[in-house]
């Protein structure tokens, strides 16, 4: 890509780039923010759309999550 300062070219470049990637790909993977045990769900949550599209897209979806993500239930 040409330099440039232009922030919605800068963004644009890779975007382009890689969602070829995002819709080739067989396996996706996101990170948990949190775990609740008394539900068995896994709670993700993400502020831009890669984490949708690596969770929505693939045909084999993986959670990645520490022991420290476990918590008792969904309620604060």
Same mark, same amino acid.
């Given at each position: 890509?040409?330099?440039?300062?232009?922030?919605?070219?800068?963004?644009?470049? /890779? =975007? &382009?780039?890689? =969602? =070829?990637?995002f819709l080739a790909a067989d396996m996706g993977f996101v990170g948990v923010n949190a775990?609740?045990?008394?539900? &068995?769900?896994? +709670?993700?949550?993400?502020?831009? *759309?890669? &984490? =949708? +599209?690596?969770?929505? +897209? /693939?045909?084999?979806?993986?959670? +990645?999550? *520490?022991? *420290?993500?476990?918590?008792?239930?969904?309620? /604060?």
């Amino acid at each position: 890509m040409p330099r440039s300062e232009d922030p919605a070219a800068i963004v644009a470049f /890779p =975007r &382009g780039h890689l =969602r =070829r990637d995002f819709l080739a790909a067989d396996m996706g993977f996101v990170g948990v923010n949190a775990a609740p045990a008394a539900t &068995g769900d896994l +709670l993700t949550v993400t502020n831009e *759309g890669n &984490g =949708r +599209l690596c969770s929505a +897209l /693939p045909r084999v979806p993986v959670a +990645l999550a *520490g022991i *420290g993500k476990a918590v008792a239930s969904p309620d /604060p």
